[in-house]
């Protein structure tokens, strides 16, 4: 038996760091959302005590430093499950840009832990799953549990909201990459000028107002991380017709809102000369899909 799991990625409708913890981890305020792009990770097991991880990318490590592999660990640890039973093969199919704030790396964590709670028929609930994903990475459980959500503590504090409207999102990623544990140590060395609307936010996303949400989109990381040809791209989106744009997670892929299709078109077209992947999507409900293959 195989579990075949859509992974959904995520942006950040608002990402606030609010301190730095003891621990060295960060308090967050973040709304997240998740979107129709996904990488298909698919877990089966085998003989032997080994996770063994395959993928169609060469940039993705195959070894423990994959938050996939990672996530196995933490599961068969919180359950027990004897060394020589954890023999498993994760493939993960990668569509969700690399290195681009848009959770690719927790999402497939967030697949395998799904995918294990079947395989091993441990019937764990989302609340479990989670507990066991927030030792993994800070945006594991909200991959697991997905749709609209709060995240507060380090990500794993999870808070339903209404659901986002209908609307077109439009990825733009340009070649760079930004690294998140780098991201924070510049949020430590140089703090921040201001504080995002974290309460108009809210009160925003609880009315569904798509035009509110829109222009209320903030990034607390746009204070000091530096993405080439950011502004250009937002502006591109917003001379296009989108509602609001900005960056997510900590970078460098900015996204654009938009009501109409068409003008999430026209303004991919136009980005072209910015940014390396293009992806125009959609608001989804969950962050994992799995399907079991006899």
């Known amino acids: 038996m195989k579990i075949k799991v859509k992974a959904y990625a995520k942006i950040n409708l608002l990402l606030d760091i609010c301190a730095k913890r003891n621990d060295g981890y960060h308090d967050l305020f973040m709304i997240m959302q998740s979107i129709g792009i996904y990488d298909t990770v698919?877990?089966?097991?085998?003989?032997?005590?080994?996770?063994?991880?395959?993928?169609?990318?060469?940039?993705?490590?195959?070894?423990?430093?994959?938050?996939?592999?990672?996530?196995?660990?933490?599961?068969?640890?919180?359950?027990?499950?004897?060394?020589?039973?954890?023999?498993?093969?994760?493939?993960?199919?990668?569509?969700?840009?690399?290195?681009?704030?848009?959770?690719?790396?927790?999402?497939?964590?967030?697949?395998?832990?799904?995918?294990?709670?079947?395989?091993?028929?441990?019937?764990?609930?989302?609340?479990?799953?989670?507990?066991?994903?927030a030792k993994v990475g800070a945006d594991v459980p909200f991959c697991i549990t997905g749709g609209t959500l709060l995240a507060q503590g380090i990500g794993e504090v999870l808070s339903k909201v209404k659901p986002l409207r209908k609307c077109y999102i439009l990825l733009a990623k340009p070649e760079i990459g930004v690294n998140t544990k780098s991201a924070f140590s510049q949020f430590d060395s140089n703090g921040k000028t201001h504080n995002p609307d974290c309460l108009g936010m809210l009160c925003a996303v609880q009315s569904r107002n798509l035009k509110d949400i829109s222009s209320r989109l903030e990034n607390v990381f746009e204070q000091f991380i530096e993405v080439p040809n950011r502004i250009y791209m937002k502006e591109i989106m917003r001379n296009n017709g989108a509602l609001g744009a900005c960056m997510s997670g900590s970078g460098p892929t900015v996204y654009g809102i938009f009501e109409d299709k068409e003008n999430a078109e026209n303004a991919a077209r136009e980005l072209t000369q910015y940014a390396k992947d293009i992806i125009i999507t959609v608001p989804v409900n969950k962050g994992c899909k799995y399907q079991i293959i006899e």
């Open 42 to 133: 698919t877990v089966e097991r085998i003989k032997g005590r080994e996770i063994r991880i395959s993928c169609d990318n060469a940039d993705i490590p195959l070894n423990e430093k994959n938050i996939a592999y990672k996530a196995a660990e933490e599961f068969f640890n919180a359950n027990k499950i004897r060394v020589t039973s954890r023999g498993i093969h994760i493939n993960i199919i990668k569509r969700i840009p690399h290195d681009a704030g848009l959770a690719g790396g927790s999402a497939d964590g967030a697949a395998v832990i799904t995918a294990l709670n079947k395989l091993y028929n441990k019937e764990l609930s989302d609340e479990e799953l989670c507990k066991i994903g």
